[in-house]
């Protein structure tokens, strides 16, 4: 709805979506649902009668970014106006968390697995009738309808909930349960759709995508999951997020190094390199096991993109520990990294440890590294000019320039390409880098 809209008695509502990728997927089914019934969607809270938060809240920075934006709608509410504010996603379904007492005058807490009453909750607080709800069964999470909150061009796919795996820093498996992988038929049925609606790019992702059939089969099914999804028409690029070390197979390296539409780039969380940290966080490969299967993709996936996530100053690194975490960052030179100081979430394992490293350590630590990083990416872009690249163009040009991405770089979280004279947005096609600034590239569609 636009602001000039006239007035209608169909509730209106609006969204705000905060979080990774997999809340986003989320969202956008939130605001299928809200479509489905008959709702209005107000891109402008101040617009609404009920704004829906959809939080996030695995980490003490995410929670109080959560609360804060909470708060905003809360001082929102005028009579008249906004009535009532509901809090949904992760932060609503974790322990500990009393989130009335951080932000009272909300109307409502709908944690994930209440999220089939959503409609009739907004209903309810803006003191509508509940409506039809009876009947309305649908599982919203998983088969509901997604109203897109990317660039066109590209598509989050979810293709599980939940992780089994015992990181001793994460309070993921507590929030979001075990690891449930979704129905392959249903993945493709999705995938088809998205490729119909004009998707050129599938981003897969879960909390522990290479966990995929586990559950349901009993062996790891990523890799003919992925290669199921290559034969949707229309889909030219698909990029994994989220593999956990551990659970790469044979099968999967295979996979990426066969020049088919899986991309060879791999989102790989390794958290850590150094033996005895990744031994307190219980990752199971190690230090020696993640080298050598970093070692492994390199050899085997040519020209692969490598992107990691890491967290500094958690017990048990030491000195020695972090100068072994930073030397192999300087040796092995991921193209694509992200550094997190360590969170010490109380309902953790590691939280309630008792040799905590001071917050000005993990932050000197984690701009150390960042340090380092910014040369090798830096160093990266700058190599790529003169090359030519395919690249999904996100947005309309302005000017004749559009925003985009090569191949190489996944959506919001890496760099962004510049390309002059593209023919149409959400189209992929070569692109000649003629120069890097930083981060970010500059290029000229000569497809
Ligand atoms: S694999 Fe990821 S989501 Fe699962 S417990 Fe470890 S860090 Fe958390």
């Known amino acids: 709805m636009d602001r000039g809209s006239p007035p209608t008695d169909r509730l209106?509502?609006?969204?705000?979506?905060?979080?990774?990728?997999?809340?986003?997927v989320d969202s956008e089914r939130v605001l299928g649902a809200f479509v489905d019934r008959d709702l209005v969607i107000c891109p402008h809270p101040e617009d609404a009668e009920v704004v829906v938060v959809n939080t996030c809240g695995f980490l003490a920075a995410a929670v109080e970014e959560s609360v804060g934006k909470i708060r905003e709608m809360v001082a929102l509410k005028r009579p008249g106006g906004l009535r009532a504010v509901v809090v949904a996603g992760c932060l609503a379904g974790r322990k500990g968390i009393d989130i009335p007492a951080l932000a009272p005058g909300i109307d409502a807490v709908v944690p994930l697995d209440r999220y089939d009453d959503l409609v009739k909750v907004c209903r309810e607080t803006a003191g509508r009738s509940p409506g039809g709800e009876a009947d309305y069964r649908r599982d919203l999470l998983t088969r509901g309808e997604r109203i897109?909150?990317?660039?066109?061009?590209?598509?989050?796919?979810?293709?599980?909930?939940?992780?089994?795996?015992?990181?001793?820093?994460?309070?993921?498996?507590?929030?979001?349960?075990?690891?449930?992988?979704?129905?392959?038929?249903?993945?493709?049925?999705?995938?088809?759709?998205?490729?119909?609606?004009?998707?050129?790019?599938?981003?897969?992702?879960?909390?522990?995508?290479?966990?995929?059939?586990r559950d349901t089969a009993g062996e790891f099914r990523l890799a003919r999951l992925l290669g199921r999804i290559a034969e949707v028409p229309g889909i030219d690029w698909i990029r994994l997020m989220y593999a956990y070390p551990a659970y790469v197979t044979e099968e999967l390296i295979d996979l990426l190094a066969a020049g088919g539409k899986l991309l060879p780039w791999l989102d790989m969380p390794v958290q850590h390199?150094?033996?005895?940290?990744?031994?307190?966080?219980?990752?199971p490969l190690g230090g020696p096991r993640t080298r050598a299967l970093l070692g492994k993709l390199r050899e085997r996936v040519g020209g692969i993109v490598l992107r990691t996530t890491l967290i500094v100053g958690a017990p048990g690194e030491g000195e020695a520990e972090f100068a072994e975490l930073l030397?192999?960052?300087?040796?092995?030179?991921?193209?694509?990294?992200?550094v997190f100081t360590f969170s010490p979430e109380p309902d953790t394992p590691l939280g309630r440890a008792d040799d905590q490293v001071p917050e000005k350590v993990r932050q000197e630590r984690r701009a150390a590294i960042m340090?380092?990083?910014?040369?090798?990416?830096?160093?990266?872009?700058?190599?790529q000019v003169g090359r030519t690249i395919p690249c999904l163009v996100e947005t309309k040009h302005r000017r004749g320039v559009s925003d985009g991405r090569t191949w190489r770089d996944a959506p919001e979280i890496d760099g962004a390409i510049r390309i002059r004279k593209a023919p149409a947005h959400g189209v992929i096609g070569p692109v000649r880098v003629t120069a890097a600034k930083g981060?970010?590239?500059e290029g000229e569609w000569i497809g």
Do not use: W
């Open 371 to 383: 340090e380092r990083q910014q040369e090798i990416a830096f160093a990266d872009a700058r190599a």
């Open 327 to 338: 030397d192999f960052v300087r040796e092995f030179r991921f193209e694509r990294l992200g």
């Open 12 to 24: 209106r509502v609006s969204l705000v979506s905060l979080g990774c990728p997999k809340n986003l």
């Open 439 to 441: 981060y970010d590239l």
């Open 148 to 213: 897109p909150l990317t660039p066109k061009g590209y598509a989050y796919l979810k293709i599980s909930e939940g992780c089994n795996n015992p990181c001793a820093f994460c309070t993921i498996p507590s929030i979001k349960g075990r690891h449930v992988s979704r129905p392959e038929e249903e993945i493709l049925a999705e995938a088809a759709t998205l490729a119909a609606n004009g998707t050129r790019e599938l981003v897969v992702i879960g909390q522990d995508t290479t966990f995929y059939g």
């Open 273 to 283: 390199v150094s033996d005895p940290v990744l031994r307190r966080m219980k990752r």
